[in-house]
């Protein structure tokens, strides 16, 4: 039996991007990366944009990084949650994310890290249209490119009660590995989803790549 969650986009963006030396998420993003955004895009920006057709909103998670993110987030229809404590790691964003969500009335998401290239608008719709095909036993659909697993995913009410609901020090894998049995793998042919930006020399080459 099909569903139709309603779903919020996250975006993880509280880091303190201390291995690329400035903020991940204020890197011009390429602008003929994979035909997806327009010049003058960040990575934060166009993160946004990948979400825009398929969520009803985007929250921003920030840090000590708030000021510098929010007018990014709001000239691109995005609003802002703050991570009081980014110290706590990763996962401790997720958490604060996903409390927005559920505030907001929302039962499902779709997550993403700001270090990580923004899949294709296409990809991000292909795989909400898994996660709506799929029967309630499923709750969560992760993209595959090559046998990798990458960004974004989604996740039901299920899940995000999960992550909830867990120690702060946790990871999302953990989760996702007590409840692998309720994880769908959609294969996708975008290379951006396993595709990890941390250092000055992960952005050459991923500028390189798209300037091809």
């Given amino acids: 039996m099909s569903r139709a969650p309603s ?49 009803d909103f985007v929250v921003v998670v920030a840090g000590t990084n708030e000021s510098a993110l929010t007018p990014i987030a709001y000239a691109n229809g995005a609003s802002i949650v703050i991570n009081p404590d980014p110290s706590r790691g990763q996962f401790s964003s997720l958490q604060v994310g996903l409390r927005e969500v559920l505030n907001r009335g929302r039962d499902a998401a779709i997550i993403t890290l700001v270090d990580r290239p923004p899949a294709s608008i296409a990809t991000v719709q292909s795989l909400r249209v898994a996660f709506e095909a799929a029967g309630n036993e499923v709750w969560a659909v992760v993209p595959e490119f090559s046998g990798k697993h990458g960004h974004p995913f989604l996740i039901g009410r299920e899940m995000i009660e999960a992550f909830l609901h867990a120690p702060p020090t946790s990871t999302a894998r953990d989760i996702e590995h007590q409840h692998q049995e309720r994880i769908r793998y959609v294969p996708v042919d975008d290379p951006n989803v396993t595709l990890n930006v941390n250092t000055p020399d992960d952005y050459a080459k991923l500028s390189n790549l798209t300037s091809k």
């Fill in 7 to 55: 779903f919020a986009g996250v975006i993880l963006a509280a880091g303190e991007s201390s291995r690329m030396g400035t903020d991940k998420a204020l890197l011009p993003w390429p602008a003929s990366a994979a035909g997806q955004s327009p010049s003058g895009h960040t990575f934060l920006s166009a993160a946004i944009h990948s979400f825009s057709l398929s969520t």
